[in-house]
């Protein structure tokens, strides 16, 4: 697809890719050249992904292999069906402030109306 001298010895590209200088311009990468070149690459595919291992996943403190059943936990962590709860591993997420925001958000404080007018 690229562009080569009529002549005997036509003169190589000065980079080395293996194609043949224009004698026009002396530039081997005409935009034929670049298009040939872009949609020659190979594309990866996503095979060579679903090849790769996973590690089992074990729970954080007995190290037992949980499989698809672990809990995760919001400290980030996996734990099995024994240590799942909270306060079976010391979970060190505060629990309390998130719910203290979340009561704040919803029950706004209501506050009567003050009356300046009295009779």
Same mark, same amino acid.
């Given at each position: 697809? &690229?562009?080569?001298?009529? #002549?005997?010895?036509? &003169?190589?590209?000065? !980079?080395?890719?293996?194609?043949? $200088?224009?004698? !026009? ?16 690459? #190979?594309?990866? &595919?996503? %095979? ?5 291992? #996973? ?8 190290? %037992? ?8 936990? %919001? ?6 069906? #024994? ?6 591993? $010391?979970? &060190?997420?505060?629990? /309390?402030?998130?719910?203290? $925001? ?8 209501? /506050? ?8």
């Amino acid at each position: 697809m &690229t562009s080569c001298d009529k #002549t005997e010895n036509p &003169t190589l590209c000065p !980079r080395n890719c293996g194609s043949y $200088a224009n004698s !026009r311009n002396h530039d081997p990468y005409d935009e034929i050249y670049l298009f040939h070149k872009m949609f020659s690459l #190979t594309i990866k &595919t996503g %095979k060579d992904d679903l090849m790769m291992k #996973t590690k089992p996943q074990r729970c954080m403190i007995c190290r %037992k292999k949980v499989g698809l059943l672990g809990f995760n936990c %919001k400290c980030d962590e996996i734990f099995c069906e #024994t240590h799942r709860h909270p306060e079976e591993h $010391a979970c &060190t997420f505060n629990f /309390k402030s998130i719910g203290r $925001a979340v009561l704040a958000k919803k029950n706004p404080l209501c /506050k009567p109306d003050k009356l300046k007018n009295r009779i």
